[in-house]
């Protein structure tokens, strides 16, 4: 199995970015996908994550209403839209596929990208 996190960079505070999560190896449209940030010296903590059908999402306080995670099961992709970033969104972001059902938890994740590094100046 491989998730392939792209998309990341470097990008001014009040900027876009959008991550996208190409998965490999595995039957993407029967699994849950998450996308995680771990910041330098912190845990690694949720974001968003998404249902199967991709009918139900869900995000953390942090990133409600400026985050939009989507998926395309044709593609096997999962993307993370980031608007209005600011330098606390600065982290390594890594998707990941659930083996128990979409949760905020990372023990509940199988599978799991390289990340991809988001960079937000001030």
């Known amino acids: 199995v491989q998730l392939q996190a792209s998309g990341g960079g470097l990008v001014q505070a009040g900027g876009f970015l959008r991550l996208s999560c190409a998965a490999s190896?595995?039957?993407?449209?029967?699994?849950?996908m998450g996308w995680f940030r771990q910041a330098p010296g912190k845990e690694r903590e949720f974001v968003s994550t998404?249902?199967?059908?991709?009918?139900?999402?869900y995000y953390a306080d942090s990133v409600k209403g400026r985050f939009t995670i989507s998926r395309d099961n044709a593609k096997n992709t999962v993307y993370l839209q980031m608007n209005s970033l600011n330098p606390e969104d600065t982290a390594v972001y890594y998707c990941?596929?659930?083996?128990?059902?979409?949760?905020?938890?990372?023990?509940?994740?199988?599978?799991w990208g390289q990340g991809t590094q988001v960079t937000v100046s001030s």
């Open positions: 998404i249902r199967k059908s991709g009918v139900n999402t």
């Open positions: 990941a596929a659930a083996g128990v059902g979409a949760t905020i938890y990372v023990t509940a994740y199988k599978y």
């Open positions: 190896g595995l039957t993407f449209r029967n699994y849950d």
